[in-house]
């Protein structure tokens, strides 16, 4: 089973920028992808961003697309979401995700298909 641990959230003003973090220990070794989804309040919880180590890609969300950045950090069991131009919509709880390879590039935005999640962290946008 492979833990995950989210550090970075906070209070910012829209327009500013924050950068998430996420660890992952335990089984780490059987993690190809790591991504992030978010709740909002009264929201489901929905994608915002995934990297796959094996096929060295990235997939975004529509609404994060050109504001957001996902990449692989060192050690390579850690991933990071860089968030700038940040607008109050973006408010929500952020959950790290960790998963297998998957089998093509649609999976990637379906909270299903992965199989650790860390505690969330609160990202809070005013106006």
């Known amino acids: 089973q492979v833990q995950l641990v989210e550090s970075g959230g906070g209070l910012v003003q829209a327009g500013g920028s924050l950068r998430l973090s996420c660890a992952a220990s335990?089984?780490?070794?059987?993690?190809?992808?790591m991504g992030w989804f978010r709740q909002g309040p009264g929201k489901e919880r929905e994608f915002v961003a995934a990297?796959?180590?094996?096929?060295?890609?990235?997939y975004y969300a529509d609404s994060v697309k050109d504001r957001f950045t996902v990449s692989r950090g060192s050690p390579d069991n850690t991933v990071y979401l860089q968030m700038n131009s940040l607008k109050p919509e973006d408010t929500a709880v952020y959950y790290c995700?960790?998963?297998?390879?998957?089998?093509?590039?649609?999976?990637?935005?379906?909270?299903?298909?992965?199989?650790?999640w860390g505690q969330g962290t609160q990202v809070t946008v005013s106006s």
């Open positions: 995700a960790a998963g297998p390879r998957m089998p093509g590039s649609g999976y990637y935005y379906d909270s299903h298909e992965y199989t650790g």
């Open positions: 335990g089984r780490a070794f059987s993690v190809d992808t």
């Open positions: 990297v796959s180590w094996s096929r060295d890609a990235t």
